[in-house]
């Protein structure tokens, strides 16, 4: 049991003693119990307006160079043109669009590659590198004209690709 509640801090002032900048009617039950004059609402109503902070969070001009490395600054410059322009204030929607239209354009591109490349560089006859896939045979049920016919093969057909060579070449 002594042991408990250890890793908390004494307190959340860390020592130093509190002091409100609310007022004493910071609390909305204070407020409505009464004696709440119009001293007290004109100093409520300065202390709200001066939390409101137009202008921040302020991002000084180096700090997006020290974050980012230039390769990263690179491929980030078109998009970061486009939506998160520094005239603007920055929103969440603003860094949200960001963030997908990012994620999505990669992953357009990365589809688009691999589409390529197992189109134009299959694992065939012709070479022994890229994607290997088997295609199905075209499904006939039973009844279809050409079901359980045989297929004549010629023996270019049986390339095994995997040794090399075509083995009824002879």
């Given at each position: 049991?002594?042991y ?35 001293e007290?609402?004109a ?46 204030p ?40 890229g ?17 359980n016919?045989p ?20």
């Amino acid at each position: 049991m002594e042991y408990e509640n250890k890793d908390k801090p004494h307190s959340t002032t860390g020592g130093v003693k509190a002091f409100p900048i609310e007022g004493r009617f910071a609390h909305v039950r204070e407020r409505l119990a009464g004696g709440f004059t119009d001293e007290d609402r004109a100093y409520r109503a300065k202390f709200l307006k001066d939390q409101v902070l137009h202008n921040e969070p302020v991002v000084p001009d180096w700090w997006y160079k020290e974050r980012f490395n230039p390769i990263r600054r690179f491929y980030r410059w078109p998009l970061d043109t486009l939506i998160c322009n520094t005239e603007t204030p920055q929103t969440f929607w603003r860094y949200a669009s960001r963030y997908w239209t990012g994620k999505v354009l990669l992953g357009l591109a990365g589809t688009y590659v691999g589409y390529y490349i197992i189109k134009y560089h299959s694992n065939d006859w012709q070479n022994c590198s890229g994607f290997e896939y088997i295609r199905s045979k075209e499904f006939k049920p039973i009844g279809h004209p050409e079901y359980n016919k045989p297929e004549f093969l010629k023996p270019a057909d049986y390339y095994d690709n995997r040794m090399g060579v075509n083995k009824f070449s002879g």
